[in-house]
């Protein structure tokens, strides 16, 4: 029997997923300690997307078991998954997602509206957050006139407006230069140190998976190593 520290914020137990006949997750088992950088690597299809979406209660899974935070996630319901989400982890995608009718700092404040929050203590923290990511003079900026990079810097605010204690983030520099790539890795680990956050990513890069504090590989739906 595994047996887990009490400074894990995620804890995963012989998850199972599968499409149909296609067994995509094959008992995988691991945890994550607060404050801690996680790169998830291992080639494309071994279920590695997966396996972070199940953990950010994106989607279902058939057997196992997922803690988050203090929340199991497998028997929270749409609407329950949606809120949790929303309210306790921060999502971060390769595409930004972002509006492009919106502002940057609208875009920032959209979950935290919808969360409930009053407006201007939303729109306070946007501007907080922005000035975090090196965007303070972008403020009303549109998507389509900030650099790729601008964007996924207003994305990763975004993710963090209703100040959740992890961080998912599933290739989130592939579509960026080498310069404005690693200017987003080093963000990530600025962004742990200043508002202790977790983060766990999802990459490709062996520059960003050599920067994080362990690297959990993940082959043919199986994790297969773990390196520090």
Known sequence: ??????????????LH????????????????????????????G?????????????????????????????PLGSDAAADFRNKCIGLVFQFH?????????????IPGLIAGRPQAEVEAEAKELLAVVGLTDRLSHKPAQ???????????????????HLLLADEPSGNLDMRTRNEIHNLFFELRDRLGLTVVVVTHDSDLAAMSDRRLTIVDGELQSEQE
């Open 1 to 14: 029997m595994t047996t887990y520290s009490n400074n894990s914020i995620i804890r995963v137990e012989n």
């Open 17 to 44: 997923k599968r499409y149909g006949s296609l067994e995509v997750l094959k008992g995988v088992s691991l945890e994550i300690g607060r404050g801690e950088v996680v790169a998830i690597v291992g080639p494309s």
């Open 46 to 74: 071994a279920g590695k997307t997966t396996l972070l979406h199940a953990i950010g209660a994106l989607s279902d899974f058939d057997e196992g078991r997922i803690v988050v935070d203090g929340v199991d996630v497998g």
């Open 97 to 109: 997602y972002l509006l492009p009718e919106f502002s940057a700092l609208e875009n920032v404040c």
């Open 146 to 164: 900030l650099s790729g990079g601008e964007q996924q810097r207003v994305a990763i605010a975004r993710a963090l407006i209703n100040k959740p």
